[in-house]
């Protein structure tokens, strides 16, 4: 069986789609430039075949999603064509080449996906989307729906830090233990996450349902993709909103606008659970920004907003927990920042400027400090 999957999977490589020879239509049924990028997407929950051979329905199962559009549509005259063609056929060339990775991707995981057993919760769950489908508006999905996602899982997260600093058996895994949480400096994080969460994020929110009608991203339970690739596309956004957090984080930190904006962020040199998204509202925007760019490279169904919300504000307020705490299952992803890496730069200010990953500082050498610190620990940890 393992044979013929892996026979299975080297023919699914071989079915790549020509950008010079396919065409698509757009929604209001004008043909689109060849050099529309498509690339196959697996079937959803739903269409998923029972059966282990994956080829033998993915002809007739697989379906075709656009993933790029150049902007122009093919009804514009021959002459102009001409006259664009070379630009129009150099944004092509980049354009297949990304979406020849992602569909890459996007099989690597099917396959592997081929492998797991099925969701036991599949039918629980399909009941109470569709439920939901038939109760509420798409707006009041995308709107409320995803205020009470983010304010529930937030709080919820944030639970057990908060419980922490009554256990006297877990001050053995506080990063700093002599710096203590104070009711004064928990009630000062709280009033302020009050203001960005519905003065600031609140706005931001009720743009998601016309953000989901624009591209077309469905909300329909048939649409849903399985939880192995709403997991790929979670890993995806968070490599590209580590890219934008690093380099926006990093300018944040230049000596002329730190004061302004940053050092909001940086009134608590030990931080807490809680204070992940206390910050200045512009920083807010700026580094929030980073959020959505992910979003709209992999979005194609509404599930992966709220998944999406619910690994960021997992990850941020576990390495602004200020425990390190063993057995952590976030340090099963490679290259994972964790607490301690980020509770040095509260209390450093200078360096490792990531939020999830560690590449970036490595790349830079912005973690040389902490390197120097986390050894000097260890050795002194050891003694």
Same mark, same amino acid.
């Given at each position: 069986?393992?044979?013929?999957?892996?026979?299975?999977?080297?023919?699914?490589?071989?079915?790549?789609?020509?950008?010079?020879?396919?065409?698509?239509?757009?929604?209001?049924?004008?043909?689109?430039?060849?050099?529309?990028?498509?690339?196959?997407?697996?079937?959803?929950?739903?269409?998923?075949?029972?059966?282990?051979?994956?080829?033998?329905?993915?002809?007739?199962?697989?379906?075709?999603?656009?993933?790029?559009?150049?902007?122009?549509?093919?009804?514009?005259?021959?002459?102009?064509?001409?006259?664009?063609?070379?630009?129009?056929?150099?944004?092509?060339?980049?354009?297949?080449?990304? *979406?020849?990775?992602? #569909?890459?991707?996007?099989?690597?995981?099917? !396959?592997?996906?081929?492998? $797991? &057993? /099925?969701?036991?919760? =599949?039918?629980?769950?399909?009941?109470?989307?569709?439920?939901?489908?038939?109760?509420?508006?798409?707006?009041?999905? *995308?709107?409320?729906? #995803?205020?009470?996602?983010?304010?529930?899982? !937030?709080?919820?997260?944030? $639970? &057990? /830090?908060?419980?922490? =600093?009554?256990?006297?058996?877990?001050?053995?895994?506080?990063?700093?233990?002599?710096?203590?949480?104070?009711?004064?400096?928990?009630?000062?994080?709280?009033?302020?996450?009050?203001?960005?969460?519905?003065?600031?994020? $609140? &706005?931001?929110?009720?743009?998601?349902?016309?953000?989901?009608?624009?591209?077309?991203?469905?909300?329909?339970?048939?649409?849903?993709?399985?939880?192995?690739?709403?997991?790929?596309?979670?890993?995806?956004?968070?490599?590209?909103?580590?890219?934008?957090?690093?380099?926006?984080?990093?300018?944040?930190?230049?000596?002329?606008?730190?004061?302004?904006?940053?050092?909001?962020?940086?009134?608590?040199?030990?931080?807490?659970?809680?204070?992940?998204?206390?910050?200045?509202?512009?920083?807010?925007?700026?580094?929030?920004?980073?959020?959505?760019?992910?979003?709209?490279?992999?979005?194609?169904?509404?599930?992966?907003?709220?998944?999406?919300?619910?690994?960021?504000?997992?990850?941020?307020?576990?390495?602004?927990?200020?425990?390190?705490?063993?057995?952590?299952?976030?340090?099963?992803?490679?290259?994972?920042?964790?607490?301690?890496?980020?509770?040095?730069?509260?209390?450093?200010?200078?360096?490792?400027?990531?939020?999830?990953?560690?590449?970036?500082?490595?790349?830079?050498?912005?973690?040389?400090?902490?390197?120097?610190?986390?050894?000097?620990?260890?050795?002194?940890?050891?003694?």
């Amino acid at each position: 069986m393992k044979d013929r999957r892996v026979s299975d999977w080297l023919l699914l490589r071989k079915l790549k789609v020509s950008l010079s020879s396919v065409h698509s239509l757009d929604q209001s049924g004008r043909r689109l430039c060849p050099h529309t990028s498509i690339f196959f997407l697996p079937q959803p929950i739903s269409a998923r075949p029972q059966s282990s051979h994956v080829v033998s329905s993915c002809l007739s199962q697989w379906s075709y999603v656009k993933f790029f559009n150049i902007k122009s549509v093919c009804s514009a005259s021959a002459g102009r064509r001409r006259a664009s063609h070379s630009n129009s056929f150099g944004a092509a060339m980049e354009v297949n080449g990304t *979406a020849n990775i992602l #569909s890459s991707a996007y099989l690597a995981v099917e !396959y592997v996906d081929s492998f $797991l &057993p /099925g969701n036991p919760l =599949q039918e629980p769950l399909k009941h109470a989307w569709n439920h939901m489908l038939q109760n509420y508006s798409k707006f009041q999905i *995308a709107t409320w729906g #995803s205020l009470i996602v983010h304010e529930l899982i !937030y709080f919820l997260f944030c $639970l &057990p /830090g908060f419980i922490f =600093q009554f256990l006297p058996f877990m001050q053995k895994y506080k990063i700093q233990p002599d710096k203590p949480e104070t009711w004064e400096k928990q009630w000062k994080c709280f009033k302020m996450l009050l203001f960005n969460h519905f003065c600031i994020q $609140l &706005p931001l929110i009720c743009g998601t349902y016309y953000f989901t009608e624009f591209f077309s991203i469905p909300y329909d339970w048939d649409s849903m993709p399985r939880w192995p690739f709403i997991l790929a596309q979670c890993f995806g956004c968070a490599v590209i909103e580590d890219t934008w957090h690093y380099f926006l984080h990093r300018a944040l930190h230049h000596r002329r606008i730190y004061k302004y904006i940053h050092k909001v962020h940086h009134d608590f040199t030990a931080p807490f659970g809680m204070q992940a998204e206390y910050a200045h509202p512009a920083e807010t925007l700026i580094l929030g920004a980073g959020f959505f760019i992910g979003i709209m490279v992999f979005c194609n169904h509404m599930i992966l907003l709220w998944a999406w919300v619910a690994f960021r504000l997992l990850e941020t307020i576990d390495v602004h927990s200020g425990y390190d705490i063993p057995l952590n299952p976030l340090h099963l992803i490679p290259f994972y920042a964790g607490a301690r890496f980020h509770d040095f730069h509260h209390m450093n200010f200078v360096g490792n400027y990531g939020s999830t990953f560690t590449w970036w500082d490595r790349l830079f050498n912005t973690d040389s400090q902490f390197m120097k610190h986390y050894s000097q620990h260890k050795a002194v940890k050891s003694d």
